[in-house]
């Protein structure tokens, strides 16, 4: 698979027949040699994807991009507070992306790193800290063209069930072109700003993408509990906070699996 307009975004591309995990290759990478910021791997072929929670994350070969983006808040002087906005704004720019490609859909980012249309997965976010403590691989994967019989579940989705225009061999880098070129003009807002600007600035135009916010949901925390409650906003750190109650009381959320409720 070649990813020329892919490529010319990226400060260096490497592009894999097949892998395990682009996220770990990227680790590996980052381990044995120096690499610029905005280095990216990519693949049509995961094995061994990784989800949040260590849940894994496969599809039929050539059917899905997975691709993951070195960043280096460290270099930005970026503090670890605002780092918890970094797999949302990593998921708002491949939801501006995929309403390009698919812009009769619905597409929403669900917090805090799943891309919706119409209301199914389409694409999920894994931001890593690597082991240098100053960089972060961005992972992603993207369903292009499973077909419905091939969905692990029936909440997920791909572009070529939404419509996408020329499903092609050419879609991975043409949907991996709009990402990356998303990703770095966020990124370089964030980071170039001060601080109190740029969570301003990203919290508006994540809350504006956001399908979550306004909604009643349950969030299943790491812990086992649950917590019942209407979508609010988001704190400083992106941390979602709920609503609980009548009383005015509101919880702060920092990770957990969000289900979106609907009551007739």
């Not at 939801?95 to 799943?114: C, F, I, M, S, Y």
């Not at 403590?133 to 791909?158: D, H, K």
């Amino acid at each position: 698979m070649e990813f020329p307009l892919s490529a010319a975004t990226a400060a260096r591309f490497v592009a894999l027949d097949e892998t395990d995990s682009t996220n770990d290759d990227l680790r590996s990478l980052a381990a044995s040699e120096p690499l610029p910021e905005f280095t990216v791997i990519a693949t049509t072929s995961q094995r061994a994807g990784r989800g949040r929670l260590g849940r894994t994350w496969a599809a039929p070969a050539g059917t899905s991009l997975a691709a993951s983006v070195l960043l280096r808040p460290h270099d930005a002087q970026l503090e670890r507070e605002r780092y918890g906005w970094i797999p949302l704004l990593a998921g708002l720019a491949m939801t501006r992306a995929v309403r390009r490609l698919v812009p009769a859909r619905e597409v929403g980012l669900k917090w805090p790193n799943d891309v919706l249309i119409d209301g199914r997965k389409v694409c999920g976010v894994l931001s890593e800290l690597l082991p240098d403590g100053n960089s972060i691989a961005v992972g992603t994967g993207l369903n292009l063209t499973i077909s419905e019989q091939e969905l692990p579940v029936p909440t997920a989705t791909s572009l070529l069930i939404a419509d996408v225009a020329n499903p092609d061999g050419a879609l991975a880098d043409r949907a991996l072109a709009e990402y990356l070129g998303d990703l770095k003009e966020l990124w370089g807002a964030f980071t170039s700003a001060d601080a109190g600007k740029a969570v301003a600035e990203l919290r508006a135009h994540v809350s504006d993408a956001c399908s979550t916010l306004g909604r009643e949901v349950r969030v299943d925390l790491p812990d086992g509990s649950a917590l019942h409650g209407r979508a609010l906003g988001f704190d400083d750190s992106g941390r979602l906070r709920i609503g609980i109650g009548s009383n005015g009381r509101s919880q702060t959320v920092a990770a957990g699996d969000v289900t979106h409720l609907r009551y007739e």
